[in-house]
């Protein structure tokens, strides 16, 4: 294994989003992205010149990785060829997964077990890999216009940009308009208690 990863940070901490919200993991965020969101909430992520380059081996030896679940986020990650990585986490019994905005596909040979996808405005909500989850930031002109509902999987999760009122009520009002959908109002939950 000779890959060497753009890495940002090996972090502890709960899941905050999505189906897994609360569970422990150990989150890997590598650097890099291809898009530029004005909102961005990890803007040192996006450089691609970011991070410490590491083989999969130093990568591993950060971390003591007691928790099951990993989480590869960024940044973008798909721009790296992830299946190295996960190889060797699933050789230390690990459940992997990814987060990606989407805009790249994601090798079925990678052998990641979760995808979870938060299309972005600024690729016009694109999703070209396959999704285990669907997760939209909502702000008041989010519209479910974007949405192919009949290639998405079967969670979608409508998320509140911290907890803004304005979010809240746009959210909320989908989840309870839209019953056909059974859409998922989410949060932050590692902003609401305060860990990174
Ligand atoms: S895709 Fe994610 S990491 Fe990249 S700029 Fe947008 S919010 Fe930031």
């Not at 691609?48 to 007691?66: I, K, N, P, T």
Request: hydrophobic letters at 40%; aromatic letters at 8%; glycine letters at 10%.
């Amino acid at each position: 294994m000779n890959s060497k990863y753009p890495v940002l940070e090996v972090f502890d901490s709960v899941q905050g989003e999505g189906l897994h919200a609360g569970l422990g993991a150990t989150f890997i965020r590598l650097a890099g992205c291809n898009l530029r969101c004005t909102w961005c909430d990890t803007a040192y992520s996006v450089a691609g010149d970011g991070g410490e380059s590491l083989s999969v081996e130093e990568l591993l030896a950060r971390q003591a990785f007691a928790q099951p679940m990993v989480i590869i986020t960024g940044g973008e990650p798909t721009l790296h060829d992830l299946g190295p990585l996960v190889q060797a986490l699933h050789a230390r019994g690990k459940y992997v997964c990814l987060e990606t905005n989407g805009t790249n596909p994601v090798p079925e040979e990678w052998g990641i077990d979760w995808i979870t996808v938060s299309p972005k405005p600024q690729s016009g909500y694109a999703v070209r890999c396959r999704a285990n989850e669907l997760k939209y930031v909502v702000d008041e002109g989010f519209s479910l216009a974007v949405v192919d509902f009949d290639k998405a999987p079967g969670h979608i999760i409508l998320q509140v940009e911290s907890c803004r009122p304005a979010s809240v009520a746009k959210a909320y009002a989908l989840v309870m308009e839209n019953p056909q959908h059974k859409l998922r109002l989410g949060v932050q939950l590692h902003k609401l208690i305060g860990v990174e």
